[in-house]
């Protein structure tokens, strides 16, 4: 299992980035998907989840109505829009594969991705 996260940067708040995890070594389209996010000196915190079709998605009440999860299971991809990003954003994103309710419970994680929103 593999799990390669991109599009991390450093932005303005208010402004906008698109991550990207290309997933690889097990059937993708098979699998719900998560991102997680590790602000500096805190813990991680789960963010969003996506189930195996994409029809249905998951939110964190800190991100919901920002971010928006998607998937294309033909590009073995999940993607994560961030909007109106504000500092507190900032973190490490991970992409995980699962969708489940501890995050004990998640077993494969990408490298991460860094993100970063200042003025």
């Known amino acids: 299992v593999q799990l390669v996260e991109s599009g991390g940067g450093m932005v303005q708040p208010g402004g906008s980035l698109r991550l990207s995890c290309a997933a690889s070594?097990?059937?993708?389209?098979?699998?719900?998907m998560s991102w997680a996010r590790q602000a500096p000196g805190k813990g991680t915190e789960w963010v969003s989840g996506i189930n195996t079709g994409g029809g249905t998605t998951y939110y964190a009440d800190s991100v919901k109505g920002r971010f928006t999860i998607s998937r294309n299971n033909a590009e073995n991809t999940l993607y994560l829009q961030m909007n109106s990003l504000k500092p507190e954003d900032t973190a490490v994103y991970y992409c995980?594969?699962?969708?489940?309710?501890?995050?004990?419970?998640?077993?494969?994680w990408g490298q991460g991705t860094q993100v970063t929103v200042s003025s």
């Open positions: 070594g097990f059937t993708f389209s098979s699998y719900d």
């Open positions: 995980a594969r699962g969708y489940y309710s501890s995050l004990r419970d998640y077993n494969y």
